[in-house]
């Protein structure tokens, strides 16, 4: 089993900067792709970015060149940073993790962007 607690949500006005992580533990090894994914209140979730264990890394088009996806496997962690923020970033920010082609979530963490 892997545990997944993110973490570095809130409140931040358009434009801002917010940075999540995500520490993973438990049975960690084995451990391939990370990635956040948000959802909104009656939509589906939606990849935001991902990277795989060799640093590959692959975003929505409508985050390009704002967020940036990063992994510390020393540290066992993923985070990302969230750059000129607008409104329609809000969601809940969920960490996940795909080991031997099993998927753990996170709780999930609210992201608010003000107007």
Do not use: H
């Not at 959802?39 to 589906?44: A, E, F, L, R, T």
Request: net charge positive; glycine share 12%; with cysteine.
């Amino acid at each position: 089993q892997v545990q997944l607690v993110e973490s570095g949500g809130g409140l931040v006005q358009t434009g801002g900067s917010l940075r999540l992580s995500c520490a993973a533990s438990g049975s960690i090894v084995g451990i391939a792709a990370m990635g956040w994914y948000r959802q909104v209140s009656g939509k589906p979730r939606e990849l935001v970015a991902s990277i795989t264990n060799t640093g590959n890394t692959d975003y929505a088009d409508s985050v390009k060149g704002r967020f940036t996806i990063s992994r510390d496997d020393g540290k066992n962690t993923v985070s990302l940073q969230m750059n000129s923020l607008k409104p329609e970033d809000t969601a809940v920010y969920y960490c996940k993790a795909r080991q031997y082609f099993r998927d753990y979530w996170g709780q999930g963490t609210q992201v608010t962007v003000s107007s």
